[in-house]
């Protein structure tokens, strides 16, 4: 499944980030409602769990009377963020674009779902812009 949220959109801190639109259509074991930025994992398979690999790419900015510092979003897995896949920068002023990345494999158990969402792990609200997230089983 391919997903993406191109408009530029303001993203509170703690929040995840919307996707709006859907370039390629998931299975029956990764489903999105448009406008969500939740994606369900759905663990149906005969072996002990499912891979999925999940990848993020979008621009990021501070919005325009917004703090200077460090910015952040992550890879969230039922509701808590991926340390390892936090994407940081410090743009030196307001409304400079950024882009950043990341990936991470989900494991999801036999019969069971995961949830899966970019978050906004920054103190302040930024502005996300040309989202792309990906979900591909893997096995």
């Known amino acids: 499944m391919e997903i993406t ?8 801190a703690g929040e995840d980030v919307a996707f709006t639109e859907t370039a390629v259509s998931g ?13 369900k994992l759905r663990g ?7 891979r999925f690999l999940v990848s993020y790419s979008g621009n990021i900015q ?15 897995v039922d509701g808590e963020p991926l ?15 950024f ?6 494999y989900v494991d999801v158990p036999c019969g069971c779902c995961s949830t899966v969402a970019v978050q906004n792990t920054s103190t302040q609200a930024i502005e996300v812009q040309n989202s792309n997230l990906i979900a591909v089983r893997e096995a």
Request: glycine letters at 10%; a positive charge.
């Open 99 to 104: 882009n950043v990345s990341a990936q991470a």
């Open 5 to 12: 949220g191109i408009a530029l959109q303001t993203v509170s």
């Open 62 to 76: 501070i919005p325009t009377g917004g703090t200077v510092g460090a910015i952040s979003l992550a890879i969230a």
């Open 83 to 97: 340390q390892s896949t936090k994407m940081i920068v410090t743009p030196a002023a307001a409304s400079n674009l």
């Open 27 to 39: 299975t029956k074991c990764i489903v999105h409602r448009t406008g969500s930025g939740i994606i």
């Open 44 to 50: 149906i398979t005969n072996q002990c769990k499912a």
